[in-house]
């Protein structure tokens, strides 16, 4: 099981707007800044999404977006396209130089 | 632009030692504003991490693998490496290194992994 706790899946509608919850504790999520997102395609590496919660690297489309409330973190995908089914992974540092990852959860575009 | 490309034997044997290697090119490993990390996931699972090294030698550990984990640098080869004791099935996975830096907490780039599956 892991430490992060994300729906096993997420469908939409092409153009439509869809979010995935990411709940941790007050002892990750909670208590820092520093919730990244991961995009997964089949058979492939994960790539960088959003750092430090809602800051996307050059490169990433702004229509992905990242925000945190409490012990929850959210990736919100707005206007869906078919080139965003694929897995999306959380992660949160969690004290003393260690992380934590939530199960991951798949986008499908309906 | 940095590279990373895990290596190892594919193949372990049950309650033996799980070797790998990163080799990181277009880069130093000594450099001190990064830290090198080893990831891994298991076959339709979530990601795990499981621990991390700086070329200095400091080691941070998943304290639920931490008995079993050796991670090590050799910056003559530009590699680190991660030797895992013990395996059982349960280590079955997709193992990934990757970087993160001393003053961040994210994980870019990733190298493409290398499947090591735990076998009798």
């Known amino acids: 099981q892991s430490a992060l706790t994300q729906p096993a899946s997420v469908s939409g509608s092409p153009g439509q707007s869809i979010t995935i919850s990411c709940i941790g504790t007050s002892s990750d999520v909670g208590d820092y800044n520093y919730v990244s997102w991961y995009q997964q395609y089949p058979g492939k590496a994960p790539e960088l999404l959003i750092f430090d919660v809602s800051n996307r690297p050059s490169g990433v489309s702004n229509r992905f977006s990242g925000s945190k409330s409490g012990n929850t973190a959210s990736l919100t995908i707005s206007g869906l396209q078919a080139e965003d089914e694929a897995d999306y992974a959380c992660s949160s540092y969690r004290s003393r130089n260690t992380w934590v990852f939530g199960g991951g959860t798949k986008v499908t575009v309906l | 632009q940095l590279q990373l490309q895990e290596s190892g034997p594919g193949l372990v044997k049950t309650s033996e030692t799980l070797p790998l290697t990163c080799t990181v090119s277009g880069g130093s490993i000594s450099s001190s504003d990064y830290y090198w990390d080893w990831i891994r996931q298991p076959p339709g699972k979530g990601l795990e991490w499981i621990g991390s090294i700086h070329y200095s030698g400091t080691t941070y550990y998943n304290p639920s693998l931490r008995s079993r984990l050796t991670v090590s640098v050799d910056t003559s080869k530009n590699q680190f490496s991660l030797q895992m004791r013990s395996v059982t099935a349960a280590d079955t996975a997709m193992y990934y290194c990757?970087?993160?830096?001393?003053?961040?907490?994210?994980?870019?780039?990733w190298g493409q992994g290398t499947l090591v599956i735990v076998s009798s």
């Open positions: 990757v970087r993160h830096g001393v003053d961040n907490v994210w994980f870019d780039p």
